[in-house]
């Protein structure tokens, strides 16, 4: 088991979970929103392939289009 950081919640996650895997656990749906893990945001293209370690911190936010 990992310990991750979610939105300021520590959350126990097991091995070689993915950003994908924390959102279906946690039921939150991928539309319109951004990750931040580590602070460093990461493109929807790879949150399946992003896997957790232990005291990675991920951050969620609606994503605003604009300019």
């Given at each position: 088991m990992s310990q991750i950081i979610f939105n300021g919640f520590?959350?126990?996650v097991s091995c070689e979970t993915s950003l994908s895997d924390v959102l279906i656990q946690?039921?939150?749906k991928?539309?319109?929103i951004a990750l931040a893990l580590n602070q460093c945001v990461i493109p929807k293209s790879?949150?399946?392939?992003?896997q957790l370690?232990?005291?990675?911190v991920v951050v969620?936010?609606?994503?605003?289009?604009?300019?």
């Open positions: 520590a959350l126990d946690l039921d939150i991928g539309a319109g790879q949150w399946n392939k992003m370690k232990d005291g990675d969620t936010f609606n994503a605003v289009a604009g300019g």
